[in-house]
């Protein structure tokens, strides 16, 4: 009986695996583009890579494959979210980021105690309570129903600048004075947690985009002299490239960070922070952009360009770097999460932003006093942003990788 | 294989002199040093500071000569002493990287042994719940900020008080304690930050076995293997996985890189007195041999990884010869 079984799960297993394998292959002949680590994506790939794409640009095929790929574009519509957000940050927050409300520290959020509807239970426009402090030392607090104050409308406020070019005092929302709304909670000196994210987008989510733009163009340029000159120039960049590669980044970050001293304004601070990601950022770059130019500088048409009696700087900016451009938006795009994390993981070591100024690492600091972090666990919303804004990313890299994926460019 | 190890060691000599000299020089053109706060005090002398500013070579400012200071007494295996704490370095440094390897050691086991079953369960499995599942996770662990897991699994320990927020072992009634209780006690000290520590990379490794794995199991041998009327184990574990692993392996050496790396932080915040907290005390203070001791064991330590992944890579796959 149980050689019977023992033979029957012998015939039967290799089966079933037989059918999973096949599906594979199946799945990997019809749908090239489709990296097998991405489930998500769905639809018929294989139509991109077909005759109609004739005449069509590589790019604007990248876009079409790009659209069909849900988990993409979600990662991209959140990013556009997020940094609308961190541009208007002005105009949707109620307050300034460092509006202080002595009487309201650690007060919770507010986004659970929006009334919609009266105490006799018709809906009313969104209304928040009066807040009475009732315990100074616990930071507890109860609503005063006596005094009512509607959430209203482009309300004036704060000054604020958009884009340094706008000034303006008009708020999307706000309520009237003595009253307060903190939709995400309040910090240590009261200061209004949604409207810090808002600004800490603008620190934070920047960083990421010029970081990579810096780190990029060195990491290209670095690249394309090592891969086209060869030799010496190849040899010394390649080394150099391969210590910052060994270098253990955080802590290299901090030392590097020790050098330019303290008491900085928070624009140097914020310039130092890019200068120092993209030291150590641009050296993964450079290495493979270094290895596409190898074989990219063998073409014809380099050799034509050389010929025609032009500059080594023009042939590798105009004839040879266009080509890695696909592969370079890709991985910019994934490296994007390396530099908003640095900037967290700086200013939450106290060596990045500082106080006033909001950035979402500098807000996490709060959080690392673990009495506010068990009692006023609101103080981790920069966290959650710091999260999606991750998540985003990779998403859309992702998604980018799979698009650009040249075997399906038809 | 001896000439393969002599060779890989003796590559690795001209990297921790690059990395050892911008560490000195960037700590030698950053602006004070630890004097500065004894210079305050009006009680010693400025004699005495003088003396100690030659004891120290705090007086020169040109990065070659301080640099050979410090390099030559290290040599000798002499990385000086601490400013502050007043002994040598080496007495301090010694047991933070143990502490740093406990817990690197500790999350590499907990991500490599996760990543692997999963990854090949998902390969395997592809497009079932298990593999949605390992998707949700990876992606999860590649994008969550250890800043803010740290910060969420302190918050867990605090209102469960299942764990401990923080230290590495309970500092309080230690001395008191079996043998056998310590070692439980640091376990459970240690279960909150290796998951964070260890969930990030996980991820990673998670994906690149599945890929490895899909990628495996479509090749021909797999289908002849299957032909031939193996068992579905037997075709998985033998004749797939161990194929399917051999990238991977390349990847432990960037892993502890990034372990080592990545603990900064985690420790950090669970207030782990490892080399992460210690170069960054030793930064605030200004205390520069800490600081150079320590970033000359992390660059050991990350050669040694490397070093360590070849020499697996040349035992999985035999068609790899170290010479």
Redesign the interface.
Known sequence: MTERLTRD???N??D???R??G???NL?ERNLSV??????VTGDEGAAAGPQNRGRSPSRIIWLKLRRNRTAMFGLYTLIVLYGAAILAGFLSPYSYSTLTTDAPFHPPMLTTLRLFDEQGRLSRPFVYGITAEDVQLKTYSEDLTRKYPIKFFVRGDEYHILWLIRSDIHLFGVDRPGRIFLFGSDLQGRDIFSRVLYGAQVSLSIGIIGIIISTVIGMLVGGAAGYFGGAIDFLLM?SV??LL???????I???R????QGLSSTQVYLIIVIVLAFIGWATQARVIRGMVLSIKEHEYVIAAHALGYTSFRIIVRHVLPNTLSFVIVTATLSV?FYI?GE??LS??GAGIQEPEASW?NM?IA??T?RY??DF?WV?TP??F??IA??AW??LGDGLRDAADPRTLG | MRTFLIRRLLAAIPLLIAVTFITNAMLVLSPGNYLDTIKLNPNISPDYIAHLERLYHLDSDNVFERYWYWFWPALRGDFGYSFLYNQPVWEMIGERVANTLLLTGSALLFSWGLAIPLGVMAGVYRNRWIDKLCSFISFFGLSIPSVFFSLLMILFAAKTGWFPVGGIHNQAIWDLMTPWEKFTDSLHHLVLPTIVLGTIGMAQYMRQMRSEMIETLSQDYIRTARAKGLSRGRVVFRHALLNAINPLVTLFGFSLAYLLAGALITEFVFGWPGLGTTVYEALRDEDEPVVMAAVTMLVLMLVIGNLIADLLLAIIDPRIRLE
């Open positions: 799960k012998e015939t297993a290799p079933a695996i037989g999973a394998a599906e594979e292959r990997d990296a097998p680590d991405l489930p998500a080394r391969e210590v060994a270098l253990p980044s955080l802590y290299f901090l030392i590097m020790q050098m330019f001293g999460p994390l967290v993981a939450f070591l690492g996490l959080a690392n673990s972090l068990s666990p981790l966290g959650f710091i999260f991750v998540m990779n998403f």
